[in-house]
């Protein structure tokens, strides 16, 4: 009965290595969000999805792709893995407005790049 | 480029005294404003927001300020306690457009409360 589950916890990899991370939530919320922790701490926005539509595209590299199936999915891609990549990744999601600021996290996805 | 700043990266307080958390924004765009509560290995957990069209809202122990003047707000804790040790984030939004769930992030503050 998990509300917002990510898979897997932690992941380890090589350089070079094409990787996904899965996002699953049970809330019924129709927006999935990407955030990414580096190692300051820092919580960063990469995507938003609404109903399965791409509205919020920070500055990511094109070697990251979301992908949602449908609204309760947001699966993120990572092609050709750098060592900048490694960082906790977290799935999130929410109504949509007004109460899109009201997010729910899943647990993170530690990606370690080696 | 840091639009959303918590000075205090950690804070002691003892069991039963008043927690008070720090945050400043630059981007005078943001009109709401959102605290997180994170435990090791969790992902953050909401726990209070306030519009700009206040200026303070409480929730149980928990108690928001905003000043949005000095472009600053504050979280209070009363009282508190050891279970409230945790990160805590301070985030903020520009709620126009499809930018009402953007959030843009402190980098956190650690409190930790004594018995």
């Known amino acids: 009965d998990t509300a917002v589950s990510q898979t897997p916890k932690y992941l380890v990899t090589q350089m070079g290595n094409d990787k996904s991370i899965k996002c699953e939530q049970n809330?019924?919320?129709?927006?999935m969000y990407w955030y990414k922790q580096d190692s300051k701490k820092f919580l960063k926005i990469m995507f938003s999805?609404?109903?399965?539509?791409?509205?919020i595209n920070e500055t990511v590299p094109n070697r990251f792709s979301p992908k949602s199936p449908d609204k309760a999915h947001l699966n993120l891609h990572i092609n050709s893995l750098e060592l900048g990549d490694s960082a906790v990744y977290f799935c999130a999601s929410s109504h949509s407005a007004p109460l899109a600021g009201e997010q729910y996290f899943g647990p993170g996805t530690r990606l370690t790049v080696t | 480029d840091q639009q959303v700043k918590q000075n205090s990266p950690s804070l002691s307080v003892q069991e039963g005294r008043i927690s008070i958390l720090n945050c400043d924004y630059t981007n005078s765009m943001f009109d709401y404003f959102l605290w997180y509560k994170k435990y090791p290995a969790e992902g953050p957990t909401f726990l209070i927001s306030?519009?700009?069209?206040?200026d303070k809202n409480e929730d149980g122990r928990f108690t928001v300020f905003l000043n949005k003047s000095a472009k600053h707000l504050s979280l209070h804790i009363v009282p508190s306690q050891p279970g409230d040790s945790a990160v805590y984030f301070c985030a903020a939004s520009a709620t126009g457009g499809t930018s009402y769930g953007k959030l843009t992030f402190g980098q956190g503050t650690i409190l930790t409360v004594h018995p």
């Open positions: 999805y609404n109903n399965k539509e791409l509205i």
């Open positions: 809330l019924g919320h129709d927006t």
């Open positions: 306030i519009s700009s069209i206040k």
